[in-house]
Each structure stands twice: as structure tokens, then as C-alpha cells.
């Protein structure tokens, strides 16, 4: 895709990951982009305001006190005369100077002072990203409207191992594309499949009555739609919702968790399986055919059988196992342990844990918060949206399919 005409202001904060800075500024300039840089007194150790002149063939801005640069062109200005802001790499610092408001150098006051949208590519040591501090910062950026590309999960340069390295190049062009596309011309799902399961199941008391549970599909859905955008071919199996139908994503409707199973059998191959659905786990053994009457006060016994279940099943198949499946655990108490339990005892690769406790919600509400489970580290994310639960796991799975391509 051209981006020829579009302005880039591009602020380099302080991390090692500014080097690819120059990669990134070289890629933005062949499409056609004019890239205008602010590079901080940090970023100033690791890269050269020469470097990123050569390489933008303009003026690199440093100080907020520069009378010639005020002269020139103010900070303001500075803010104003661009499409779009990318702060790369976004350090654990910088993300808590926006997320504050602060404006204590140009950096920080140029962003504050902007009406432009702004992208951020964070970077930093895996424990720092993982801080709730940072979590927390990373929240209120995303409820501000801030755009986010990675970081990735990978080695990093103080020899940890973990999520916290700088999106490349690439990545960051690409989301700048897709920002001013509308699409990204590439996407960083395409050509994958994904299977998604979502609502409640309803099992069958008689004909006319069920067993369910509170599970809107607001999150299955979000999920869904979520991945279809980052371009994977998506198949939503859904129990029983109102929630509209989701664009770019094929809907298979099902009533009980032994026709979910079904519909995700049929589904698969996928690269893809998250399951969200909130499936029963008993169903009434042996529903009767005909509405059960009333006699003489005397209530019907049920008994009940176990259901399938379904991310078990589809964690543990030979063949045709997804590559990456995600598990939900809904807890009420003891949530990360409990949902590492969850992941074991199923053997799913991540499980996202959500507090399901009443107080919370969480069943068919429109907010989140959740942890991510991936192999021994958790991430706690802030109480967000549905929706941005859904773009972050679907943006830390491109992630995670980016790194295996390596
Ligand atoms: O639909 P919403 O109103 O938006 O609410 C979202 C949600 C709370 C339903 C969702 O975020 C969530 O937590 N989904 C999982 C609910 C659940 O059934 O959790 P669980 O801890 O009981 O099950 C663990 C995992 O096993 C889940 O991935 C579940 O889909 C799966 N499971 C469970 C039982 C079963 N028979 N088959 C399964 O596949």
C-alpha cells in the first residue's frame, strides 16, 4: 500500500529496540510517507539525531526549550502538522507520562498537545510490561483511544525471555497501513483459520424447558470478529444469543453442548480454537420427548449425565489438533489457580481467567478483566471492554503465530 502524502510523526523513546527506528523510517519513506522525528534525551543514547535526519532527510527534534526549533516550527505545531503519532519504542516510562498527561519534554508535550491519533509500539524488560503499573498505564491509553502494535514475545536484550520486544519493522508499517486504511493490504491472520465458541448451551429439560446459564456471547462474539479482522478465516459456534452476528465471520448455531462438540468436529482443521462458550457441564440424562406434566404436586427427578467437554476434546485430539488453543476458566474464587489447574487438567496451550463472582458482572455485561495464562507467566490485564479484550488476545495471538514463522 502507498502512503504517499501521509505525515508520520515519529517519537523514538529510550529502549535498545530504537535501532530499528531506522529500518522503520527507511520502510515508511520508500512508501512515499514524509517521516518527522522527536527523539528523546533517553533515545538520544541509542540512536544518533544523524542517523534519523539522514534517513527522514529532515530536522530531528529534541528540546522543548529550543528557541531556533520554537522559531521554526513550535511544538504545537509539531503536534498538528502530522496524520498520525508513533511512539516507538514506547518505554514503560513514556507509556506513564501519556497515560498521566504529562508534559515535561517535547516528547511528552507533543503528545499531550496533539488532536492527531497516535500509535504506540511498547518495549521494555518482560517484568516491567508485565507490572500492573504498566498494565494499568496500557489500559488507560487503549480507553483513550491510543493504538497499539506488539510488543512481541521473545529473547530480549537483558537475556529474559518473555513479551516485551518491540514489534518489527514490519509489524508497525503494517498496522500504520491498516490505520490509514481502513485494512491493513496484509493481515497478520491472513491465510490462518480460527474456530471460536461462544454463549451459553441449552440442555433439555422437555420440548419447552432447558438448563442455561448466563453467558451472553459478548465475549465468543468479540473474539470472533476480532480475529476475522486481523484476517483469519473464522468459524463462531454459538449456543443460544442475541448478540448480533458478527461481520467476516461464519455463524453455526447450536442448542447443547454435544451439538457444539459436533459443530467444532465439522469445523476443524483449524489453526485456531478459542473457546469462550460457557458450555454446561450436565445435561439432563434422558430429556423427555413430550412436555413433563404436573402430578399432584409431586416434582419430576431429574438425573443428570456429564457433557462433553469440548476444549478438552479439541486440546487433546492426534489428529487435526488447532496449534494454538485457548481455554476460558470462569472462576468465582482462587482465580489463577484455579486456572492454571484448568489448563493442566484440559491441557489447552493458554486459558484466559476471568472473576466471574456476581459483583463482577462479568455474565453478560459489557466490561472484562481478565488474566492470560500462557505457560508459567500471567498477565493481568485491566478491566477493559469486551471488545478490547477481544482485539488484545487476538492481536497477542497474530503474536504468537508472527514469532513461530521466525
Ligand atoms: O458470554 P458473556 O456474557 O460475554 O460472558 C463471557 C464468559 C464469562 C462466558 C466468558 O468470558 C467465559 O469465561 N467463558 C468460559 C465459561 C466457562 O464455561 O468456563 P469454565 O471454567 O466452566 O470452563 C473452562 C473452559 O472449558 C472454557 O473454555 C469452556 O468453554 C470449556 N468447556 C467447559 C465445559 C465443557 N463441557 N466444555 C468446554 O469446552
Redesign the pocket.
Known amino acids: 500500500m502507498s502512503l504517499a502524502g501521509k505525515r508520520i510523526l515519529l517519537i523514538v523513546g529510550g529502549g535498545i529496540a530504537a535501532y530499528k527506528c531506522l529500518e522503520l523510517i527507511r520502510r515508511l519513506r520508500e512508501r512515499g510517507a514524509a517521516v518527522r522525528c522527536i527523539l528523546t534525551k533517553a533515545g538520544a543514547e541509542f540512536v544518533t539525531p544523524l542517523s534519523l535526519s539522514a534517513l527522514s532527510e529532515d530536522k530531528v527534534y529534541q528540546d522543548l526549550f529550543d528557541l531556533t526549533a520554537e522559531a521554526e516550527m513550535g511544538h504545537i505545531q509539531l503536534s498538528r502538522d502530522a496524520d498520525l503519532l508513533v511512539v516507538a519504542p514506547a518505554t514503560a516510562d513514556l507509556m506513564a507520562r501519556m497515560a498521566g498527561g504529562q508534559a515535561n519534554d517535547l516528547a511528552s508535550t507533543t503528545l499531550l498537545a496533539t488532536d492527531k491519533p497516535v500509535m504506540i509500539a511498547p518495549a521494555m524488560n518482560v517484568r516491567m510490561w508485565e507490572h500492573p503499573a504498566t498494565q494499568r498505564n496500557l489500559g488507560q491509553l487503549l480507553a483513550d483511544g491510543v493504538l497499539q502494535v506488539g510488543p512481541n514475545e521473545g529473547n530480549m536484550a537483558c537475556n529474559e525471555f518473555g513479551f516485551g520486544r518491540m514489534a518489527e519493522p514490519d509489524e508497525i508499517l503494517s498496522a500504520i497501513e491498516k490505520h490509514f486504511d481502513g485494512h491493513a493490504a496484509t493481515r497478520p491472520l491472513d491465510g490462518l483459520t480460527a474456530l471460536v465458541?461462544s454463549?451459553p448451551t441449552h440442555e433439555a429439560i422437555d420440548p419447552v424447558r432447558y438448563i442455561a446459564n448466563r453467558?451472553?456471547?459478548?465475549?465468543?462474539h468479540a473474539i470472533a470478529a476480532a480475529l476475522a479482522d486481523l484476517g483469519a478465516e473464522t468459524v463462531l459456534v454459538s449456543g443460544p444469543s442475541s448478540e448480533p452476528d458478527p461481520t467476516g465471520v461464519r455463524l453455526v448455531r447450536v442448542e447443547s453442548?454435544r451439538d457444539m462438540l459436533a459443530a467444532c468436529r465439522a469445523a476443524l482443521p483449524a489453526d485456531i480454537a478459542v473457546?469462550?462458550?460457557?458450555?454446561a457441564?450436565w445435561r439432563v440424562d434422558g430429556a423427555a420427548g413430550q412436555k413433563i406434566k404436573k402430578r399432584n404436586g409431586a416434582p419430576p427427578a431429574l438425573s443428570f449425565a456429564e457433557?462433553?467437554?469440548?476444549?478438552k476434546t479439541m486440546s487433546r485430539l492426534r489428529k487435526d489438533r488447532p496449534k494454538l488453543v485457548v481455554?476460558?476458566?470462569?472462576?468465582t474464587e482462587d482465580l489463577i489457580e484455579n486456572a492454571r489447574a484448568?489448563r493442566d487438567r484440559?491441557g489447552c496451550d493458554w486459558i484466559v481467567a476471568?472473576d466471574?463472582s456476581p459483583d463482577t458482572g462479568?455474565?453478560?455485561g459489557d466490561n472484562?478483566r481478565v488474566h492470560l495464562v500462557t505457560g508459567d507467566t500471567v498477565e493481568d490485564w485491566p478491566k477493559m471492554s469486551?471488545n478490547e479484550v477481544a482485539d488484545r488476545l487476538a492481536n497477542r495471538i497474530a503474536g504468537h503465530f508472527a514469532d513461530a514463522a521466525e
Open positions: 465458541t454463549g453467558s451472553s456471547g459478548k465475549q465468543g453442548a473457546c469462550a462458550a460457557a458450555v457441564d457433557n462433553p467437554d469440548i476444549l481455554g476460558f476458566a470462569a472462576e484448568k484440559k476471568n466471574v462479568t455474565f453478560g472484562n469486551k
